[in-house]
Nanobody, 114 residues
Framework: QVNLVESGGGLVQAGGSLTLSCTAS????????MGWSRQAPGKQRELVAT???????NYADSVTGRFTVSREDARKTMTLQRNNLKPEHSAVYYC????????WGQGTQVSVSS
């Protein structure tokens, strides 16, 4: 069983920075992919970024701007970072971990004010 808890969300002014953290409990294998998704009000959940156990990161083409994802398996943590936030980045951000099934965190709200 794997539990994921996101933190770091909140209200941010446009132009500000964001660093979200995902902390896992349970057995985490470095061979498995982790990632971040987000869901804005009235929209479907969309992928933001993925990162493999070897540290290879990929970002969704539909996500505007540049996010940076990283992970540290020894601490069972993953982070998502972005500078120059815009109101369009407002959403609930979820971390996930993929094995034979996907585990999801409960999400953390990010609100960017203009």
């Amino acid at each position: 069983q794997v539990n994921l808890v996101e933190s770091g969300g909140g209200l941010v002014q446009a132009g500000g920075s964001l660093t979200l953290s995902c902390t896992a409990s349970g057995v985490i294998f470095s061979s498995n992919t982790m990632g971040w998704s987000r869901q804005a009000p009235g929209k479907q959940r969309e992928l933001v970024a993925t990162i493999t156990g070897s540290g290879k990161a990929n970002y969704a083409d539909s996500v505007t701007g540049r996010f940076t994802v990283s992970r540290e398996d020894a601490r069972k943590t993953m982070t998502l970072q972005r500078n120059n936030l815009k109101p369009e980045h407002s959403a609930v951000y979820y971390c996930w971990y993929s094995t034979w099934r996907d585990y999801w965190g409960q999400g953390t709200q990010v609100s960017v004010s203009s």
